[in-house]
């Protein structure tokens, strides 16, 4: 057998080896090639995908986050947050504090109002003057000086029940007693002559009380047991009344003008369903009586002197008014009670029921055509 190398187309087989090797290197590298572009094609789908998902999880989360969003706006905080634009809350923060100043700005009135107070604090001092003048034996100074605050509105009801509570404690000396002080304006002294009478001394000397007062104040038993050379005290008048319908309370003051002084006070019952009028009235001339006879004007019952069921009691003082609107009111009177537990309300038919000691003091201090009576 020859040999490969024998024959002869030897050369052939080398050119046809040569093609066939060069064949298999371009199929080779076309393999590499492909298999590049599959591996590519591999790599590349997955980094797509994993873009893909990245990107699906990004937009994912995305809407996550957008629907994230709107959970907070329907939880209630984000609801509250959404209501206080409306609302407004730093308005009404605004808005309280303004209201906070308005009523910083009272207590800054306060000190307006501390006028007021700074005023009650000047006349504490005046009270402690009067006080002073009470304490080194001025009676009549110390009166003159805590009336005329008490007169002038200026005092706080605690202060105006103190200056009456010691004004009524020197009345009790220079009004109500057998003592005399030498610079009292509204009291003298007087000596009995024979044929004197408590009476006609009072109408002698002009006095603008009832006699009986002067019995009262000098602690005479029988008004006809003076005697001549007997020492009186006198007390001048005239007095006044002024009614406080809101404390039931009716004051008793002597004296005109500026030099009038106050001198006690007295509880006082009014008319039923507020029927007691208010306004300046005086005492009307000749209406002054002592167990009265009183006829009922709703029931026309009438009712003896000395009746122990009088609802009137045993005293009397009409009052006509001296205004325009008050000169028309008829049937107004200070008077007694039978009902003594009726002071300090409404129960009278309109007019002033007073105990019966207390009327009687105010019975002998009023006189006819002189005093007034204000109510209000």
Known sequence: MALPSQGGFSSVRRGSMYRRRRGRRGLSWLIVLVAALGITWMLWPESTTKEASDVAKVTIQTPKVETAKPMPIATPPVITQAPEPVIEPPKRTEHSVVETAKEESAPKQTPTLAKPIALAATTSANLEEGLDLLDSGQLVAARLQLSSLLRSGLLNDTEAAQARGVLTDISDTLVFSKEITPDDPFALEYIVRGGDTLSGIVQKMGLHVNWRFIQRINAIKQASGIRPGQNLK???????????????????????????????????????????????????????????????????????????????????????????????????????????????????????????????????????????????
């Open 234 to 376: 006198l007390i001048t008048g005239p007095f006044h009344a002024k009614v406080d319908k809101s404390t039931y309370r009716i004051d008793l003051y002597q004296g005109d003008g500026n030099e009038q002084v106050f001198v006690r006070s007295y509880r006082v019952g009014l008319g039923e369903f507020n029927s007691t009028p208010t306004g300046l009235f005086k005492v009307r001339k000749n209406s002054k009586l002592v167990n009265p006879t009183w006829v009922n004007p709703r029931t026309r019952e009438f009712y003896s002197a000395d009746n122990p069921m009088n609802p009137i009691g045993e005293r009397w003082i009409g009052l006509e008014g001296i205004e325009e609107r008050t000169k028309d009111l008829s049937g107004l009177g200070i008077h007694g009670t039978i009902e003594p537990e009726t002071i300090g309300t409404q129960a009278s038919m309109g007019c002033i029921r007073m105990g019966s000691n207390d009327v009687s003091q105010v019975y002998e201090m009023l006189a006819e055509g002189i005093s007034t009576v204000e109510i209000n």
